[in-house]
């Protein structure tokens, strides 16, 4: 059963408060991602990783680290989250390059 | 640099009516492109994926996009429309050339489809 699991779904946090969101695949997959969805700006990419502890920046990965100690898991963490990391969270996985990504149902963070 | 620009934010049809969902890219060799839909509450999934060759790509549900290197478009199409195809598309671009497997992704086009 090919699946790109995140947890949670929904979270809220308050301002300066660290976070983690969690990304499970069951396919061993080597290439794994990061992006967050807002409104009027489609997907921006956070974090690639190429394998375990083989990670590279996005266009957007001020604020967020990342960790891929497993093939199949994949972490992305805020320390000190901030209001304006208020979004939707998407991780995804590839078997090769970027010829087709399966996507999780998403995380939808608030930071108040 | 590269980018993708997705024209229209929101598109309504009628049921049983054709599609087209606009496409355009900025990028200076032939990239990789892609069309990606997401259902509500759901990540997005593969439509179609133009890498070379007939320029008519054929993806799943009937959809189908055409790549215009000229026009630097690559737009989506539907012969008739279901309900069950509203959703959220975007259009993807992977900069071939540079190594990268970074996908590019456009803002998206919600498209409503009424019954």
């Known amino acids: 059963d090919m699946k790109v699991t995140q947890m949670p779904r929904y979270l809220i946090k308050r301002m300066g408060e660290n976070v983690l969101l969690e990304c499970g695949q069951d396919m061993s997959h080597e290439t794994m991602y990061w992006y967050r969805q807002d409104p009027g700006l489609g997907l921006q990419l956070i974090y690639i990783s190429y394998d375990v502890d083989s990670n590279s920046e996005g266009d957007i990965p001020k604020g967020y680290r990342v960790s891929r100690k497993k093939r199949e898991h994949f972490s992305l963490i805020l320390d000190s989250a901030k209001t304006n990391q208020t979004s939707v969270y998407f991780c995804?996985?590839?078997?090769?390059?970027?010829?087709?990504?399966?996507f999780g149902h998403g995380t939808k963070l608030s930071v108040l | 640099a590269q980018s993708v620009t997705q024209p229209d934010a929101r598109v309504t049809v009628s049921e049983g009516a054709s599609l087209q969902l606009r496409c355009k890219y900025s990028y200076s060799a032939t990239p990789y492109l892609f069309w990606y839909v997401q259902y509500p509450r759901q990540g997005l999934q593969l439509l179609l994926k133009y890498y070379s060759g007939d320029p008519v790509v054929q993806g799943v549900n009937s959809f189908e996009a055409e790549f215009s290197k000229s026009n630097s478009s690559f737009h989506l199409q539907k012969a008739s429309v279901h309900w069950s195809d509203s959703a959220v598309y975007f259009c993807?671009?992977?900069?071939?050339?540079?190594?990268?497997?970074?996908?590019?992704f456009g803002s998206g086009t919600q498209l409503t489809v009424m019954p």
């Open positions: 995804a996985s590839s078997l090769w390059g970027n010829e087709r990504l399966f």
């Open positions: 993807a671009l992977s900069p071939a050339s540079s190594g990268s497997w970074q996908l590019i």
